[in-house]
């Protein structure tokens, strides 16, 4: 079964702190580099931070030095802290594999329904 299940954001003041988690399937996390994305509203879908299956990581400039992914190889799980947020950093936030997982025979990618991340000013 392929799966995905973003939890932990929220309502958070600028300047505040929220840690986002993501349940992965084995088909989507076994040994693949994993990201987190999001998308604000009336734009596109971005990548903000990867991180491969020997932890290497790399983020967006927009996020650099304030958010940081881990993951945990033994529970298929994938993590971002998110600290000194900002306005901008509002969005829904979604995981999946770096690139997106897309089913066999299908045209397009599998996400899961995200999570929201909202920073008031």
């Known amino acids: 079964q392929v799966q995905l299940v973003e939890s932990g954001g929220g309502l958070v003041q600028a300047g505040g702190s929220l840690r986002l988690s993501c349940a992965a399937s084995?088909?989507?996390?076994?040994?693949?580099?994993m990201g987190w994305y999001r998308q604000a509203p009336g734009k596109q879908r971005e990548l903000v931070a990867t991180?491969?299956?020997?932890?290497?990581?790399n983020y967006a400039g927009s996020v650099k030095g304030r958010f940081t992914i881990s993951r945990d190889n033994a529970k298929n799980m994938v993590y971002l802290e998110m600290n000194s947020l900002k306005p901008e950093d509002t969005a829904a936030y979604y995981c999946?594999?770096?690139?997106?997982?897309?089913?066999?025979?299908?045209?397009?990618?599998?996400w899961g329904k995200g999570t929201l991340v909202t920073v008031s000013s």
């Open positions: 999946n594999k770096d690139p997106p997982y897309r089913p066999l025979r299908d045209a397009m990618d599998y």
């Open positions: 084995g088909r989507i996390f076994g040994g693949n580099p």
């Open positions: 991180i491969s299956n020997g932890g290497s990581t």
